[in-house]
Each structure stands twice: as C-alpha cells, then as structure tokens.
C-alpha cells in the first residue's frame, strides 16, 4: 500500500519495508504511528448522535474514495488477476469451507452453490479492501474524520460491490450476529439508514448501480465461512480467542441472512 501514500486515500506512511526474511522470519514493513479511535462497537457508544451520523458518512465517503483511485497512476495494474472477480471469491470461499468442514451447514452449502450458478458479469475492476468494515478505520481524535484505511491483508483488484455489500452487512444483521445494527433505533442513534449511506457512497464519487441480492448474498457467505473456520479451529482446539467457540456459533445464522438476501 506504499504507492497509496500520494493519493487523496489516508493510510499510515511506510517507514520502512524489509523484503529478507532473516530478521522476523518473513518480509515486513513498519508504518508511522497515529493517534486516533478505532470503534469495535458499531452503535458508537458515548458518541452524540450528529457525530454517528457524521462518522456513518465519513466511512461511506472513504470508501468511495478508495473506489475512484486510479490504479494505472498508482502502478497498481497488477495488484490482482484479471477475469470475473466474484467468480474466483465464490470458488475460493468454497473451498475455505470444504477445507473447514466439521460437520453439516446446509444453509451455507445451499447459498454457496446458488452463488456459483448466479455469478453476474463483470466489466468494472478497481481496488478494493476486502475487509472494508468501521473497526477497520481509524478516525481523528476529536473529529469525525478518517485518518487511517488499515488491515489491507484481503485487498486485491475487484469488483468495488464487494467491498460496499461487505459493509452494509450491519444493517442486515442483529446486534448478537457480530454486532450488527439491525433492529435498533437507528434515527434515535443518528445511524444512516442502509440507503442514506449508499446514497451518500454515491454522492461521493462511488457507484453503486449494480447492487443486487448477489452482493449481499456474497457477503454473508464469506461471514458463514469465516465463522465455520473459527469453529473447526476451536473444535480442534487450535483456536486462539477464548470466544471462538461462541463466535463460531454464528456461522449458522450468518448462512441464513445470506439466502435471506435472495427473497
């Protein structure tokens, strides 16, 4: 993400890069150090409600942002492979999960398979983050600000859908599904509505035509493997967060949000 430095996207500079492995025991770099706030709790608590809003909008403008970069300018032409972005993810995330697999998950294998069949065309390729959610940022001390885009570890050439679907997902999902916002008092909060975000995403250079039940569906698919991963890891013992067990739990309820998405 060093060639991002110069582009109107904020992540934290690169200080320096190591490309031998002799030192850690693989390539890294090392970023400048921020001081801001990063939100693990989606309804931002303690918060004033014009500031949610404000962060809310913020988060949908960075991201469309992200989406208008230039990647020729930023020599990032060759950051991800060429041909249907959602058809190589779908392929991939089945595998995660037959690689994963402890035991039955017939909603997930019924959304997977119905992903596959329903791949839509593609003709648009920009960067995306492929983990673009709001404890992935870092905002200003004081401001409703983002000062740092990080966890750029999924980030690739795409289709920018995947990234804006991944995000929305806290609408669509309970506050005991991973901290979704679904149900809440959302104009009491000062949360956007899922429509006022993506009108504002639009608004701020992103486009989001296209958006379909796919998208959605996709996103929860991902979340369902994710959480089938922490679940076979825990089952296995090999789990490194003592709530893995509980985590993986919602693998079962994400699956079912997904094919909810279709209806």
């Known amino acids: 993400m060093t060639a991002l430095m110069h582009?109107?996207?904020?992540?934290?500079k690169t200080v320096l890069y190591c490309a031998s492995p002799d030192i850690v025991g693989t390539p890294f770099y090392l970023m400048e150090r921020l001081d801001g706030r990063i939100f693990g709790d989606a309804t931002l608590p303690g918060i004033a409600p014009s500031e949610r809003r404000d962060i809310y909008l913020e988060m949908a403008r960075v991201m469309a942002v992200l989406h208008s970069l230039n990647t020729s300018t930023l020599g990032l032409d060759d950051y991800g492979k060429t041909g249907n972005y959602f058809q190589r993810q779908v392929a991939r995330w089945r595998q995660q999960w037959m690689n994963s697999k402890t035991h039955e998950n017939r909603e997930l294998d019924t959304l997977i398979a119905w992903l596959s069949d329903n791949v839509p065309e593609e003709n648009v390729r920009a960067l995306v983050h492929g983990?673009?959610?709001?404890?992935?940022?870092?905002?200003?001390p004081v401001e409703p600000r983002v000062i740092a885009v990080l966890d750029w570890e999924l980030s690739t050439l795409g289709n920018p859908l995947a990234d804006l679907a991944f995000n929305c997902a806290a609408w669509r999902a309970m506050p005991d599904e991973f901290g979704g916002i679904r149900g809440l008092d959302l104009a009491g909060l000062g949360i956007p509505t899922e429509l006022e975000f993506v009108a504002h995403y639009r608004d701020s250079g992103g486009n989001p035509s296209g958006l379909s039940p796919f998208h959605f569906a996709f996103s929860f698919m991902r979340w369902s493997v994710i959480f089938e991963g922490i679940a076979a890891r825990a089952r296995h013992g090999n789990a490194v967060n003592s709530r893995a067990q509980t985590v993986g739990a919602l693998a079962a309820p994400m699956a079912l949000r997904g094919l909810e998405a279709l209806q």
Do not use: A
């Open 7 to 12: 582009s109107d996207l904020p992540v934290p």
């Open 131 to 140: 983990d673009f959610k709001l404890n992935n940022l870092m905002f200003h």
